[in-house]
């Protein structure tokens, strides 16, 4: 039989698990590796990318144990199927009022932290300020941490939200799929960067309801790659705010095909809805 995921990325076996692969590097590589960084370290000494702490040394990563920290603080309680953060955090995780009523395509939506304080101005620095060498670390936070958030044991496709072309081009670049990239080379899954398109313009979102939020976005992505045959797709964003982005993007996968999607974000807003 053929596999699904295998068949939606060109034939090629593409089924990975998410867990970290074997080192199988030779141990001569390692101790070269180890030489070039202590080198580069003299010359250049690393500093986190969030705070500017002086890093004892870069192989330890780009960023700080407690900027690190700030990339762990979505705890629960949150509701298990759309990942929403409910204001108080007494209690344990619970359905949403939202995932009561409302139809979800996607099957989990996870995200690292709360949207608010030094990762809310990180955040910002990624997507507005230009400041794109913060995707490779954040990413692999992403990836590390979804490891452990994300319900499902394995996929296939990563694919990011996309941008329509307008926004990509005055922004120059889409910080979703920089940090998918940095994801998929953690996990050594595909990314498609390019299949899900945002083909209608749409307002900010910013300024409306949840409910004027999905109107606003009904039929502004297609999927314009192979189908999907069953392929387990991990969708990448890096805020999620309503969730009505990562739920119209979960649609159009679906209906090409997908048979899981999973929602992997940076930070989440806590909206109102979610009280
Ligand atoms: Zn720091
Ligand atoms: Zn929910």
Redesign the pocket.
């Known amino acids: 039989m053929v596999d699904p995921a295998a068949a939606a990325c060109g034939g090629k076996t593409v089924t990975h698990s998410i867990m970290a692969p074997e080192d199988s590097r030779h141990p001569d590589a390692d101790l070269l590796a180890r030489f070039v960084h202590a080198l580069v370290d003299f010359v250049l000494p690393p500093r ?1 990318l ?2 500017g ?1 002086w890093l004892s040394s870069s192989r330890e990563g780009r ?2 144990v ?2 690190t920290a700030l990339f762990a603080g979505a705890g629960s309680p949150l509701c298990p199927r759309c990942g929403a953060l409910f204001a108080s955090r007494e209690g344990g995780d619970h359905l949403c009022g939202r995932c009561l009523r409302q139809r979800l395509f996607f099957d989990a939506a996870r995200t690292l932290s709360r949207y608010e304080g030094s990762v809310r101005e990180t955040v910002h620095r990624l997507k507005y300020r230009g400041h794109t060498m913060l995707a490779g670390p954040l990413g692999k936070l992403m990836a590390d941490r979804g490891r452990v958030l994300l319900p499902a044991d394995g996929c296939d496709l990563i694919v990011p939200v996309p941008l329509h072309v307008r926004r990509l081009r005055e922004r120059g670049y889409n910080q979703s799929a920089l940090l998918a990239r940095s994801i998929g080379s953690r996990w050594g899954v595909r990314v498609d960067s390019v299949s899900l398109c945002k083909t209608r313009w749409t307002p900010p979102q910013t300024a409306l309801t949840v409910s004027a939020r999905r109107v606003n976005l009904r039929g502004a992505f297609s999927w314009r790659g192979a189908p999907l045959r069953g392929a387990r797709v991990v969708l990448v964003d890096d805020v999620a705010t309503s969730g009505s982005t990562m739920n119209e993007c979960a649609r159009v996968l679906k209906q090409a095909g997908a048979a899981r999607v999973d929602v992997l974000t940076l930070a989440r807003t806590q909206e109102e809805c979610f009280r």
Request: proline share 12%.
């Open positions: 986190c969030i705070c702490r960023l700080c407690p900027c």
